[in-house]
């Protein structure tokens, strides 16, 4: 089955734009993580959505913000870029049945802020 | 609060030698551990996870990692390297269930080299 898929893969900003990247997860998947990777601070968690409710949220100011549609499909949005916006941002997706809910990762949408 | 400490950002082994990457985690509870690992300009893929039962975990592509309580330990090995192993290496960690939906907290990461 089709795997986790993030779009755009590729996009360049300007400092005080927006922006929003778009996260399909697996087919029956329902709960969608979100996480912002660089070569300084690594990886960092921002934010998961269960049920269209965001249920946990990482240390990031509220510039950052998502949704998830009533498909599972999610969305964030970052106002006001920094420079420091720029970064892979990742999407996970995982079923949240029982145990341990292994996350499976989208290829990344990659913004750069100039 | 959890932290997962990888020694080593960059480890360079021969093909053909044995693979080690360390991995040390902090956890107030009972941890989930997890090895993915990063191919350039691709997302993370699953090499294996630990949860409960056994300690010695097998995953793809040859690798295991054992998890020491004693030592809050989780290294991956692999008995001998391939060409195709080169790559960034993530050691993560969360908790069951609780607060900690969607949250894995990862180390810096371990770029494997592998000369032939």
């Known amino acids: 089955k089709a795997g986790v898929t993030q779009t755009p893969r590729y996009l360049i900003k300007t400092r005080g734009q927006q922006v929003t990247l778009s996260c399909s997860p697996i087919?029956?998947?329902?709960?969608v993580s979100w996480y912002q990777q660089t070569p300084g601070q690594g990886l960092q968690f921002l934010f998961e959505?269960?049920?269209?409710?965001?249920?946990n949220k990482g240390n990031f100011p509220g510039r950052f913000s998502g949704r998830q549609f009533s498909n599972s499909r999610s969305e964030m949005n970052v106002s006001t870029l920094e420079l420091g916006d720029s970064a892979l941002y990742l999407c996970?997706?995982?079923?949240?049945?029982?145990?341990?809910?292994?996350?499976?990762f989208g290829a990344g949408s990659r913004l750069t802020v100039l | 609060a959890q932290s997962v400490t990888q020694l080593g950002s960059h480890v360079s082994v021969s093909e053909g030698a044995l693979v080690l990457l360390r991995c040390n985690y902090s956890?107030?509870?009972?941890?989930?551990l997890f090895w993915y690992v990063q191919y350039p300009n691709q997302g993370l893929q699953l090499l294996l996870k630990?949860?409960?039962?056994?300690?010695l975990v097998k995953g793809i592509n040859g690798f295991e990692a054992e998890f020491k309580k004693s030592e809050t330990s989780f290294h991956l090995t692999k008995p001998s390297a391939h060409m195709s192993d080169a790559a960034e290496y993530f050691c993560?960690?969360?908790?069951?269930?609780?607060?900690?939906?969607?949250?894995?907290?990862f180390g810096q990461g371990t770029i494997l080299t592998v000369h032939p």
């Open positions: 993560a960690v969360t908790s069951p269930g609780g607060t900690s939906y969607g949250k894995l907290t």
């Open positions: 956890s107030s509870v009972p941890p989930y």
């Open positions: 630990y949860t409960t039962g056994a300690t």
């Open positions: 087919s029956g998947h329902r709960s």
């Open positions: 996970a997706s995982s079923p949240m049945t029982s145990g341990a809910n292994v996350l499976t």
């Open positions: 959505y269960f049920s269209e409710t965001q249920r």
